[in-house]
């Protein structure tokens, strides 16, 4: 039936068009900006996955970044390191020179009192924006960021590396002692008087050291430990009857606590002997040769050491290198336009465009020829 009123091709045109003018503006976006997925409106999975990556991938941006200063802190106390092993074995060099007859003591003195001076300089110089891994500054576990994981539930942590810092100076540090929370659980207790009677045990790494005759009357014990840099640590329990007052370990209800903490000698003082400030006899020289040999040993033990960290910040960092490349390839694919589809999608519709503009106007051009059949 032919109308007036309703053209019903030209409604099918015009829906056609605008159908189409709607994927050409589509197109026409994707390609000016590149996206596909440019909101969580064009898609919301896409959109999610995305800028989750583009997040981690920042933070594992900022992780290298670290890394780099990391390495550079590890790389300024590794030069000091050896020129440090270098004067060591200048050192070992004078005092193996004391051991001949009629050797100058006077200026193998002064040549020991130069090289102490450098190893002073060296560790001192050994600082990096301010942080020096060698002179006692800095002591105990450091722990360097070296990467960064996201679970399934959006929980993010950080993967550390983790180094011992240890001091090449100083003759020790000052005791500092605390007093900790009382102790009042009955289990606890228990389990602390049970505790064999190890007193005159020798202190080391990983061995605790338990004194259960501390005093005369066994109203106290201690126990003594070794951190992996040196650090040692003894705490003593108190005790204590329900009124508060002392009374024997074995009898208390509760234990009072107090912990002192003595950070080590600094690795070229062995034996007593401080490399740094050092003088020499013909009688001493040899058996501070076997001091010098230990702290060489002690030093080359902890350049080792700060070289394997230094190598498994790198292997860290070029692991994110490789996984930021992976994220973005992986963002690419989820939100980046084809523009190969997209150009050639284009054209298509550009010529859909014109059809539809060439079919709607033939679509209104049918209501014309109604008026012939009224001439």
């Given at each position: ?67 780099a200063q990391s390495q550079s802190i590890l790389g300024t106390a590794t030069a000091a390191m050896n020129s440090v092993i270098k004067t060591v074995n200048s050192i070992k060099t004078a005092l193996t020179q004391a051991t001949n007859p ?182 001493t020289a040899a058996t501070q040769v076997t001091k010098v040999n230990a702290a060489l040993q002690a030093v080359t033990s902890y350049a080792s050491i700060i070289g394997s960290t230094s190598t498994r910040m790198t292997a860290a960092s ?58």
């Amino acid at each position: 039936m032919a109308s007036i009123l309703t053209n019903a091709q030209a409604l099918t045109a015009l829906q056609s068009l605008n159908m189409t003018q709607q994927a050409l503006a589509t197109t026409q976006t994707q390609i000016s900006t590149g996206l596909k997925v440019a909101s969580a409106a064009d898609n919301a999975s896409y959109w999610t996955v995305a800028t989750t990556l583009q997040s981690n991938n920042g933070v594992l941006a900022a992780v290298n970044d670290s890394l780099a200063q990391s390495q550079s802190i590890l790389g300024t106390a590794t030069a000091a390191m050896n020129s440090v092993i270098k004067t060591v074995n200048s050192i070992k060099t004078a005092l193996t020179q004391a051991t001949n007859p009629g050797a100058d003591i006077a200026s193998i003195n002064t040549t020991l009192t130069s090289l102490g001076k450098q190893l002073t300089d060296a560790v001192k110089g050994a600082s990096f924006n301010g942080f020096n891994l060698l002179d006692g500054s800095t002591v105990g576990s450091l722990n360097f960021v070296a990467g960064y994981k996201q679970d399934a539930t959006g929980v993010g942590t950080y993967n550390t590396i983790a180094l011992t810092a240890q001091s090449l100076t100083g003759a020790g540090g000052v005791s500092a002692t605390y007093t900790a929370p009382s102790i009042t659980n009955a289990t606890v207790i228990g389990q602390l008087n049970a505790l064999a009677d190890t007193s005159g045990g020798t202190l080391a790494y990983g061995t605790d050291v338990i004194d259960k005759t501390t005093d005369a009357t066994g109203n106290t014990f201690s126990i003594s430990s070794m951190a992996l840099d040196g650090t040692t640590t003894k705490k003593t329990y108190s005790g204590f009857d329900v009124n508060g007052n002392v009374t024997t370990a074995a009898a208390a209800t509760s234990f009072g606590v107090s912990v002192t903490t003595t950070p080590p000698a600094g690795l070229l003082t062995q034996g007593g002997l401080d490399l740094t400030n050092m003088t020499t006899t013909a009688t001493t020289a040899a058996t501070q040769v076997t001091k010098v040999n230990a702290a060489l040993q002690a030093v080359t033990s902890y350049a080792s050491i700060i070289g394997s960290t230094s190598t498994r910040m790198t292997a860290a960092s070029d692991f994110n290198a490789a996984l930021m490349t992976n994220y973005k390839t992986g963002i690419s694919a989820l939100i980046d336009t084809n523009m190969n589809e997209a150009s050639t999608r284009l054209q298509a519709l550009q010529t859909q465009q014109q059809l539809g503009v060439q079919s709607l106007s033939i679509a209104n051009q049918n209501s014309q020829l109604i008026l012939k059949l009224f001439q």
